[in-house]
């Protein structure tokens, strides 16, 4: 045993780093405190009376929050006060001691351990100094890194807040042994790094006494609880705004002309970048029931790109409606054409909002002299002067090839006066088209104005 106590009072010159009668003075009070002191007993005069230790957290860093494997890794600082009673001394007997720092190994130190700990190693503080004073108090102040278990509520990722508990108790010892009291209300915040992802809105401090099934006396534990509040912006410019602008380009899809053959093109491409934008958010969140906010602002986003494509397909099949479909319906020409049209400033080429449409004009009627006509008009012509039997002959000859000429006129013009109905039936086909696309893309650019309203004000 004094082997023992020379080399603890070799290893202490190293931490005392006194000279002269003091230090003499130091190096006796260390080995009158431990010459007959053992670490492995509550040091109390009374077994019967619990020993109070006084538990007080300084949070300095966030490390990592993993809310896939739900874990917190912080680093702390852990004070642990107490009242040793076999560790006091008269300071007046050795030159006015009143505190002396030693390994905190070769004192007793209660077994507080973090309940929620999920680091696989279980490491514990760091082996640091212990502050011993004159009355027997004894504060042991030391480093950790802790790994704790945390819920994470992802509903309203990424403008969410999170709650992590860390429990601190007594592994072996009951309250009737150890009494683990607050030595403040809250968590120390004064030495804190900012974290650039997290901002610590508190960590307030609560001292619960429990009673497990397997034991019937009580365990007293302090649950420190640290609120986080997410920092936003990153995920705004990264994963938010994108999509928002991607977004707003699905509704020009009803804009662009039925004709330029990208319709659908646009609208199929717009999906497959919000699918990858959604896979991204769903690699970062742990499995849960509960859908991200981000997450449903891309399932709704998808599901209105998805309907506008359908609907520009719909209105596709309207637009090439051709010669043989039916007429356009009278309350389809007096509602859309008429009234929404006017609404949604829909014209045709070469009309206006200013002037209205110039009515084309009817053709000419064509009528073909029957032959019948011609020979009275031939037996008209025989009662006159025998003098103008030449001339009457030449007109004869000339009404017949006028009466040939006026019937294949009259097929033209009849072949062209179909054509002119075929053209009007498909134009107003491709009017009814023009005036849905411009319907639809009023109503989409809407709903995306108000979906993207409706999640940025989360972030206010």
């Known amino acids: 045993m004094n082997g023992l106590v020379l080399c603890r009072v070799s290893f202490l010159s190293i931490y005392l780093g006194c000279s002269g009668a003091q230090g003499k003075f130091a190096y006796k ?12 007993l509550r040091p109390v005069e009374d ?26 890794t912080v680093y702390l600082w852990i004070r642990q006060v107490w009242v040793d009673a076999y560790l006091t001394w008269d300071k007046d007997d050795y030159d006015g001691i009143d505190a002396i720092h030693i390994p905190s190994s070769y004192v007793w130190r209660p077994d507080i351990v973090l309940y929620n700990n999920a680091d696989d190693q279980f490491t514990g503080s760091m082996e640091t100094n212990a502050v011993i004073r004159y009355d027997g108090q004894v504060m042991w102040d030391s480093p950790a890194i802790t790994k704790s278990s945390c819920k994470v509520d992802v509903s309203y990722f990424p403008f969410d807040g999170q709650q992590c508990r860390l429990t601190f108790g007594s592994w072996t010892y009951n309250g009737n042994q150890i009494d683990l009291l607050n030595g403040l209300d809250t968590g120390d915040l004064t030495d804190f790094v900012e974290n650039v992802e997290w901002e610590v809105l508190g960590m307030p401090a609560k001292r619960n006494v429990i009673t497990y099934g397997c034991c019937s006396e009580p365990y007293p534990d302090i649950t420190y609880t640290l609120l986080l509040k997410r920092r936003a912006s990153f995920y705004i410019f990264n ?108 014209y045709e080429v070469g009309e206006s909002c200013k002037s209205p449409k110039q009515q084309l004009g009817h053709l000419p009627t064509v009528q073909v002299v029957s032959g019948r006509a011609v020979k009275e008009e031939q037996k008209a012509q ?79």
């Open 47 to 72: 077994t019967d009376r619990a020993l109070n230790v006084t538990l007080q957290i300084t949070l300095s860093q966030i490390i990592d929050m993993d809310e896939r494997n739900q874990i917190l």
């Open 239 to 346: 994963l938010l705004l994108p999509c928002i602008m991607i977004s707003f380009l699905a509704p020009l899809g009803f804009y662009l002309p039925a004709d330029s053959g990208e319709k659908v093109s646009l609208g199929v491409t717009v999906l497959l970048a919000l699918t990858v934008f959604q896979l991204l958010v769903a690699e970062s969140m742990p499995p849960s029931e509960n859908v991200p906010l981000i997450g449903k602002y891309y399932i709704a986003t998808m599901t209105m790109i998805t309907a506008s494509t359908a609907l520009t397909i719909f209105i596709m099949n309207i637009h090439h409606c051709g010669p043989g479909a039916k007429p356009v319906p009278k309350w389809a020409k007096k509602f859309i054409l008429k009234y929404m049209a006017q609404l949604f400033f829909v």
């Open 382 to 460: 025989t009662m006159e002067d025998d003098s103008d039997q030449y001339r009457v002959c030449t007109k004869t000859q000339c009404l017949c090839h006028h009466n040939s000429l006026l019937r294949n006129v009259e097929y033209i013009a009849n072949c062209f006066r179909d054509q002119k109905a075929a053209q009007k039936q498909s134009g107003e086909w491709k009017k009814v088209a023009k005036v849905m696309d411009r319907i639809f893309m009023w109503i989409f650019f809407i709903m995306v104005f108000f979906m993207s309203m409706l999640i940025m004000s989360k972030a206010i």
């Open 29 to 40: 009070l260390f080995h009158d405190l431990f010459v007959n002191y053992s670490n492995a």
